[in-house]
T-cell receptor
Framework: DGGITQSPKYLFRKEGQNVTLSCEQN?????MYWYRQDPGQGLRLIYY???????QKGDIAEGYSVSREKKESFPLTVTSAQKNPTAFYLC????????????????FGDGTRLSIL | GEDVEQSLFLSVREGDSSVINCTYT??????LYWYKQEPGAGLQLLTY?????DMKQDQRLTVLLNKKDKHLSLRIADTQTGDSAIYFC????????????FGKGTKLSVKP
């Protein structure tokens, strides 16, 4: 079955440590996205990538980094510069969007819950 | 104010209809989406509508869009306990490269 796999499901970070969240998709989608969800909040966009080897900052990119070396993979690193990393992180993918009309719905993984030790 | 607003809670009885409302502010909204999130899970796409449509029906789900008032609603007919979840409204805008702008979600509780 095609889908989006996020791992691990739970992750703990020590102070000063960088951690990497994995996101893999086998839907043959060009575009991939990372969102952060805090309790009682909607999702906020961290980074997105419309094509391999290219990515853009979203609304809350500070303290995070990404890479897009393969079409299937879009890992997110939460760096030590992110002072409040505790949240639920969701990865999504879609067919590449048009320049003006973004009519390709995004499909989501099951999320990674990150906590501080 | 927020770009996309939703009421935070809705409680209905099993078998009744549920109506979840959403308002948005940007007139360049192109597509509007409804996602469902069960506890501890990711988001499941339920349905979406282009901004020049006024209604879309898919089995128990009916989406109504009033573009003049920038108001979107999701009606779930014959609501079941399995429909208990958080429902997110989201929009994309012209030239936004598909980036979704989400409301804070409406928690639907279905009582037996």
């Amino acid at each position: 079955d095609g889908g989006i796999t996020q791992s691990p499901k739970y992750l703990f970070r020590k102070e000063g440590q960088n951690v990497t969240l994995s996101c893999e998709q086998n839907l043959n989608h060009d575009a991939m996205y990372w969102y952060r969800q805090d309790p009682g909040q909607g999702l906020r966009l961290i980074y997105y990538s419309q094509i391999v080897n290219d990515f853009q900052k979203g609304d809350i990119a500070e303290g995070y980094s990404v890479s897009r070396e393969k079409k299937e993979s879009f890992p997110l690193t939460v760096t030590s510069a992110q002072k409040n990393p505790t949240a639920f992180y969701l990865c999504a993918s879609s067919i590449r969007q048009g320049r003006r009309y973004s009519n390709q719905p995004q499909h989501f993984g099951d999320g990674t819950r990150l906590s501080i030790l | 104010g927020e770009d996309v607003e939703q009421s935070l809670f809705l409680s209905v009885r099993e078998g009744d209809s549920s109506v979840i409302n959403c308002t948005y502010t940007d007139s360049s909204s192109t597509y509007l989406y409804w996602y469902k999130q069960e506890p501890g899970a990711g988001l499941q796409l339920l349905t979406y509508i282009f901004s020049n449509m006024d209604m879309k029906q898919d089995q128990r789900l009916t989406v109504l869009l009033n573009k003049k008032d920038k108001h979107l609603s999701l009606r779930i007919a014959d609501t079941q306990t399995g429909d208990s979840a958080i429902y997110f409204c989201a929009e994309t805008r012209l030239g936004s490269q598909g980036n979704l702008i989400f409301g804070k979600g409406t928690k639907l509780s279905v009582k037996p």
